[in-house]
């Protein structure tokens, strides 16, 4: 460790990434449908959060306007949490995370489509790195995949998708109700999520019970560690940590779902396999530092935290 990096920023750092990369691991001990462990995520950890920010007294008046600013971002991650905790229980955490951090490459062009911002060799390199890691994951043994395995990888890259829309709609409210901090955005963004997925779960005629112990247990983690303290902790730290640095520990996120997903539901991994998690993770990394200086690539690694 270099000795100008700050201990404490770093090791939130590393406490928030490994938080997040519980999530996966969660929803497949959770024994509810996957948009019922979505609803439960949302609910308990918008609700978690909006307490913990009116008992330090950060929490301000919400107006129907600002409810309106985060219709978007609270619609646009409700379908994301549907399709992806499908596409955990059918190829796994471990993959499905991955498949979700290529928003990275998604955000990279919705920038250069709104704003002109430019690409450069960084998104080219590491783009290419990431397919052709993606492809010793799952295209070489494509042809020999059930067709529920297919889906649930099609299920993972539509997540990708789905959180590019929410970050989008959600920095646009950020700037637009400045008033408002980012925290207690994203619990309102987060019961509004919850409303969107309880109207799902009845129109697919689920039931919102929780069978039994384990699943509450899980459940209440959700969104206590993946909603709130690995954002809250990740987001604190990040400003004072190298943009680099800050790029190579959220690759935490999806390295530790991987080896969670190997250790504890005994993925089979074929060595090829473990070659392309490597290229897709470098690929990740370098297709994350894509501003031209440090405060840029900083910003946009802070758009970049996946659920």
């Known amino acids: 460790m270099n000795s100008g990096t700050p201990r404490g920023p770093l090791l939130a750092m590393i406490a928030g990434a490994a938080a997040i990369s519980l999530t996966g691991v969660l929803v497949k001990y959770a024994h509810v449908p996957p948009t019922v462990s979505g609803f439960w995520r ?46 955990i229980l059918v190829i796994g955490p471990g993959l499905a995370t991955l498949l979700g951090n290529l928003q990275v490459f998604l955000m990279a062009l919705a920038g250069l489509a709104l704003h002109r911002e430019r690409l450069g060799w960084r998104f080219l390199t590491g783009l290419a790195m990431a397919f052709a890691g993606l492809w010793l994951l799952v295209g070489q043994g494509w042809a020999g995949f059930a067709a529920g395995y297919r889906i649930g990888v099609f299920y993972g890259a539509f997540t990708a998708v789905c959180y590019t829309a929410y970050m989008l709609s959600f920095r646009h409210a950020q700037r637009e109700r400045s008033t408002l901090h980012s925290s207690q955005l994203l619990a309102i963004s987060s019961l509004l999520s919850a ?80 070659l392309g998690l490597l290229l897709s993770l470098a690929g990740i990394f370098i297709g994350s530092l894509r501003g031209s200086t440090p405060d840029e690539r900083r910003a946009q690694l802070a758009e970049d935290v996946v659920e």
């Open 42 to 87: 949302m609910a308990l950890g918008g609700a978690m959060l909006a307490f913990a920010l009116a008992a330090l007294r950060q929490w301000r008046a919400v107006r129907l306007r600002d409810v309106a600013w985060m219709l978007p971002p609270g619609l646009a991650f409700a379908v994301d949490l549907a399709f992806w905790h499908r596409s």
């Open 195 to 274: 409303v969107v997925l309880a109207l799902l779960c009845l129109a697919d005629g689920e039931s919102f019970a929780v069978p039994d112990a384990q699943t509450w247990l899980a459940l209440i983690a959700l969104g206590l560690v993946g909603q709130c303290l690995g954002w809250v902790l990740i987001s604190r730290a990040m400003p004072r940590l190298p943009a680099s640095l800050v790029g190579l520990l959220l690759l935490l996120q999806p390295v530790l779902a991987f080896l969670m997903d190997v250790v504890l539901f005994h993925r089979a991994t074929r060595p090829i396999e473990w």
